[in-house]
Nanobody, 127 residues
Framework: QLQLVESGGGLVQPGGSLRLSCRVS????????IAWFRQAPGKEREGVSC????????IYADSVKGRFTISRHSAKNTVYLEMISLKPEDTAVYYC????????????????????WGQGTQVTVSS
C-alpha cells in the first residue's frame, strides 16, 4: 500500500529550527520526485520544496530559499525538510507528496502534478 507519513512538526519560537520527515512505503523513492507543500488557514496550498528522483538540483520557493533544505535518504525511504530561521509566516500544515509518475520537479511546484499525499504535520512558529 502506497503511503507517505509526515512527522516532526511542532511549536517553535521565531528564529528556531525543525526537521520534518516524510517516510514513504509501497514504492521506491528513487523513481519519483517528492515535494513538500504547506497550507496556512485561509490560504492556498504552496509548494515549498521538491527533490527529483536523482536527488540533484532541488527546487525551493523564494519564500524559503536559504532557510530550508530538502534531502532524501533512500535506505530509510525518507525525505527530510530541514527548516532554520523560522518565521511566524512559516506557520502552516506541511504535507509531503509524490508525483504521479514524473521523476523531475517542475518549477513552480504545483499541487496538480502530485497524486499522492500524506496527512500533514502542523508547524507553528510563535513566541
Amino acid at each position: 500500500q502506497l503511503q507517505l507519513v509526515e512527522s516532526g512538526g511542532g511549536l517553535v519560537q521565531p528564529g528556531g529550527s525543525l526537521r520534518l520527515s516524510c517516510r514513504v512505503s509501497g514504492f521506491t523513492l528513487a523513481g519519483y520526485a517528492i515535494a513538500w507543500f504547506r497550507q496556512a488557514p485561509g490560504k492556498e496550498r504552496e509548494g515549498v520544496s521538491c527533490t527529483s528522483a536523482n536527488g540533484y538540483s532541488p527546487i525551493y520557493a523564494d519564500s524559503v530559499k536559504g532557510r530550508f533544505t530538502i534531502s532524501r535518504h533512500s535506505a530509510k525511504n525518507t525525505v527530510y525538510l530541514e527548516m532554520i530561521s523560522l518565521k511566524p509566516e512559516d506557520t502552516a500544515v506541511y504535507y509531503c507528496a509524490r508525483t504521479r509518475s514524473n521523476e523531475f520537479c517542475g518549477n513552480p511546484i504545483l499541487p496538480s502534478e502530485f497524486g499522492y499525499w500524506g496527512q500533514g504535520t502542523q508547524v507553528t512558529v510563535s513566541s
